[in-house]
């Protein structure tokens, strides 16, 4: 039965369909609301709004769930690979045995970038950022394979491209800013084993593959595959609603996410870690700063938009970090200033108040450092995890039958009419 929300204006009554959706969210459709009311609806930053409908992520953030496909975000990142995740999250469902082969052996046959490429990456200047760097490449890779998407079998090889090929320019952009010889993928690497090869492996010195190096990276990207309607992934829609090519979309994605307030945190925690302790280790000063709305100091890696309990990535993370720290032997110093940060912050009154609680972001630099990535690299890691989710959500929406161009509207506070006066009577 249809369900309708009634709003009364003016002595007139609107009747409004509700949405429910499968885990019995509930939305007000306001598609007619303009048409029967003139009035739009404003909403700043998109608090409250429902950009679409999606069946790939599901979060509930009063409760710290999430959930990709319908599977627990916490099961993935307990027994599956990075592969098999992606897998999930584009095509909707886990692959059998011969599917995921077959996927592998596509990743594989796609990960080999044209060398002309390296003359891209040697021209720009060396202390750009490798997230610059990145957004850029991607809309460049597309200069490299120019046949538009129509048909299902080429939108299935330019998502299966990127897939490979962005792994394999991540560490060649690494490679090349050191000025050392790229190292191509191996077929008899895993999607993880490879990424740390051609990062580390050199001429001089083979790569010592680890084990918890390799897990520490699958859970890693398994963690950030995908959170629905975040800022670089409503960008990849929105600038891919205009149908723009996929490439263009996801070099949106890419620059949004190098944000601070977004991707760009993970970098910006252990900033802040850093300057914590270079000016003494104290804790109480920064959380005290943190809440002081005269300082524009906030806590990185504290604070989520939909989580307002833990977020449930970060205490996988979190445990992951103690124990990849144990098992690798390493002391990080960073560590001890981060548990004493959430310990106080967790108490502080103004934390508990506003549900501030440590995000992905919190505790993954650490980890990303136990295994050897450089810190302007880690938005970069985070821009690997979750490319299968921005292809996910554009394939979805590009899909969608009722796909419209995204096209928000405003309420105007400048100037009302005025005549054009020339410069020399001004
Ligand atoms: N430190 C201090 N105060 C904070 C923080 C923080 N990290 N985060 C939010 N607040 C306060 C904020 O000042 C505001 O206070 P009041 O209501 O008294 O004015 C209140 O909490 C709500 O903040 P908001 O900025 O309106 O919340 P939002 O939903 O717009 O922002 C956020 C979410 C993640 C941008 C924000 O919490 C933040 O800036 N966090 C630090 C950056 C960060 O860690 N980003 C990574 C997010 S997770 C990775 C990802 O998926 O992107």
Request: hydrophobic content about 40%; some cysteine; charged content about 25%.
């Amino acid at each position: 039965m249809d369900e309708f929300v009634t709003l009364t204006y003016n002595g007139k009554e609107i009747m409004l369909p509700m949405v429910t959706g499968s885990e019995g969210e509930k939305a007000i459709d306001i598609s007619s609301l303009r048409a029967e009311t003139g009035f739009i609806t404003l909403d700043p930053g998109y608090a409250n709004t429902g950009s679409c409908l999606s069946s790939i992520t599901f979060m509930d953030g009063e409760k710290g769930i999430l959930r990709y496909r319908g599977i627990p975000v916490e099961q993935l990142a307990e027994h599956s690979t990075f592969k098999e995740t992606v897998y999930l999250l584009i095509n909707g469902r886990l692959p059998d045995r011969d599917e995921l082969t077959q996927f592998s052996v596509m990743l594989n046959d796609n990960s080999l970038v044209h060398t002309d490429l390296k003359a891209f990456y040697q021209n720009y200047p060396r202390r750009a950022h490798p997230m610059g760097i990145l957004s850029s490449m991607v809309n460049t890779l597309k200069a490299f394979y120019p046949t538009l998407e129509t048909v299902e079998e080429e939108i299935n090889i330019t998502m299966t491209r990127l897939l490979a090929k962005v792994r394999t320019m991540a560490a060649m952009s690494y490679k090349i800013s050191r000025g050392h010889e790229i190292v191509f993928p191996r077929a008899d690497l895993t999607y993880c084993e490879n990424f740390l090869n051609m990062m580390f492996d050199s001429p001089v010195k083979s790569y010592e593959m680890k084990r918890e190096a390799v897990n520490a990276l699958r859970v890693f990207w398994i963690l950030h595959a995908d959170h629905e309607q975040n800022c670089s992934t409503s960008a990849v829609r929105m600038v891919g609603s205009a149908r723009v090519n996929l490439y263009a979309a996801i070099s949106s994605g890419i620059a949004a996410l190098w944000g601070p307030l977004h991707g760009g945190a993970n970098q910006a925690v252990i900033e802040m870690l850093t300057n914590i302790q270079n000016d003494g280790g104290n804790c109480q000063k920064a959380v005290q700063r943190a809440r002081d709305k005269n300082d524009p100091f906030r806590l990185m890696g504290f604070g989520h938009r939909v989580y307002k309990t833990y977020d449930p990535r970060a205490k996988i993370m979190k445990k992951m970090c103690d124990e990849l720290l144990e098992s690798m032997h390493i002391t990080d110093p960073l560590l001890d200033t981060a548990r004493e940060l959430e310990e106080i912050a967790l108490k502080d009154p103004y934390f508990v108040d506003h549900n501030l609680y440590p995000n992905i972001d919190f505790y993954s630099g650490i980890v990303l450092r136990a295994i050897g990535i450089p810190t302007n690299m880690f938005t970069v890691l985070f821009a690997l995890g979750r490319l299968p989710g921005w292809i996910a959500q554009w394939r979805e929406s590009t899909d969608d039958p009722h796909w419209k161009i995204s096209r928000p509207r405003q309420i105007y506070t400048g100037s009302q009419k005025y005549d054009y006066v020339p410069i020399h009577a001004r």
